[in-house]
């Protein structure tokens, strides 16, 4: 079955699902206390139980409710495939347009459509982005028992790394790598999710598998505390309490290298980010945007963040939107070159 028909029947089947008997049906007359007033929000989550887009869209939908008027229930629901596809042109094609309905998208999506990856369906300008709770840093980690501790090391052994699938980050990273840096890394595909890699990289499947800087720390941090994840590079800005570990930007060699390497990453910006369809009315977005920055000032949230170990230095949505614009105004021929490392 080719991708393209395997991702058409993944959508068939999420639309027949009962997922979307859970959604209300608001009309767009109502006020916003009577609109939300006993009703759920349905946050979607594109990417794998466990990881840091499920612990970040659960952390949030614990608290965004109070602060919007009517105070509804936020019910967070994976939906997965294709490194994130599936669910941002569910978000985009199907989703209710109530203001009902917002998701967390895999942030290598805005780079995906530029570069016209397979099975795209939307147009991420077109989103509304709420925001995000952070930036992210990439980084790839490698068990300790590999026995490698930099990067030049892993210029001279080949190593096997856990992702997902083309179009996501914990491909595109080591794919990166191997063509700008001139690592060995061997990346087996069909995991879904952090969670599923990480398990693979502790029964030794697999030596590696690349993560964000706050998700190691989110869902791994005994490993990091014992050292049993080496991390091996990272990008810029890089984080301060990761001092030793090189970051790409700076090994690359050529200007347009280094600009290809920036697109590729750039999803890092963006965080985890939530956001809803296109078409949802703008008084609607408007108060979503307001929930969402109220709440990440909120003592508690800020409190449930830090027993997660999620740092909180929230994006705001209407910086999402012109980061997103940025990353599709990439020259056209970077773009070309920058493909493979996005899409099959």
């Given at each position: 079955m080719s991708f393209l028909n395997h991702l058409s029947r993944l959508l068939r089947l999420a639309v027949v699902s009962s997922f979307l008997t859970q959604i209300p049906s608001l009309a767009h007359g109502q006020t916003a206390a009577n609109f939300y007033t006993g009703a759920k929000i349905n946050v979607v989550i594109g990417l794998g139980s466990g990881g840091a887009y499920d612990i970040h869209a659960r952390l949030l939908a614990r608290h965004m409710g109070k602060?919007?008027?009517?105070?509804?229930?936020?019910?967070?629901?994976?939906?997965?495939?294709?490194?994130?596809?599936?669910?941002?042109?569910w978000l985009y094609n199907i989703a209710p347009k109530d203001g009902a309905t917002f998701g967390t998208l895999a942030n290598t999506m805005p780079a995906l459509q530029v570069v016209g990856g397979a099975g795209v369906q939307f147009d991420a300008r077109k989103f509304s982005w709420l925001g995000a709770?952070?930036?992210?840093?990439?980084?790839?980690?490698i068990w300790h028992e590999r026995g490698l501790k930099t990067i030049a090391e892993a210029q001279k052994e080949e190593i096997v790394v856990a992702a997902s699938s083309p179009g996501a980050i914990a491909y595109a990273f080591p794919k990166l790598l191997n063509e700008f840096i001139g690592t060995k890394f061997k990346i087996i595909t069909g995991y879904q999710g952090v969670t599923q890699m990480s398990l693979a990289m502790e029964r030794r499947e697999v030596d590696a598998h690349a993560n964000t800087w706050s998700g190691w720390k989110t869902s791994n941090r005994e490993w990091i505390e014992t050292g049993k994840?080496?991390?091996?590079?990272?990008?810029?800005?890089?984080?301060?309490?990761?001092?030793?570990?090189?970051?790409?930007?700076?090994?690359?060699?050529?200007?347009?290298?280094?600009?290809?390497?920036?697109?590729?990453?750039?999803?890092?910006?963006?965080?985890?980010?939530?956001?809803?369809?296109?078409?949802?009315?703008?008084?609607?977005?408007?108060?979503?945007?307001?929930?969402?920055?109220?709440?990440?000032?909120?003592?508690?949230?800020?409190?449930?963040?830090?027993?997660?170990?999620?740092?909180v230095a929230p994006v705001s949505g209407a910086d999402i939107q012109n980061l997103v614009e940025t990353t599709a105004s990439i020259n056209a021929a970077l773009a070309e070159r920058a493909k493979p490392f996005l899409a099959d």
């Open positions: 602060h919007i008027e009517g105070a509804p229930v936020l019910v967070p629901q994976n939906m997965t495939g294709a490194g994130g596809l599936v669910m941002a042109n709770i952070t930036p992210s840093i990439q980084t790839i980690g994840v080496v991390i091996l590079a990272q990008i810029q800005p890089k984080a301060p309490d990761l001092p030793g570990v090189p970051a790409v930007e700076d090994m690359v060699k050529g200007e347009d290298e280094r600009q290809i390497v920036n697109f590729v990453v750039s999803g890092n910006r963006l965080g985890r980010p939530f956001a809803t369809p296109p078409g949802v009315h703008a008084e609607r977005v408007a108060i979503l945007r307001k929930a969402f920055a109220a709440t990440m000032e909120d003592a508690e949230f800020i409190q449930d963040a830090a027993k997660l170990n999620v740092d």
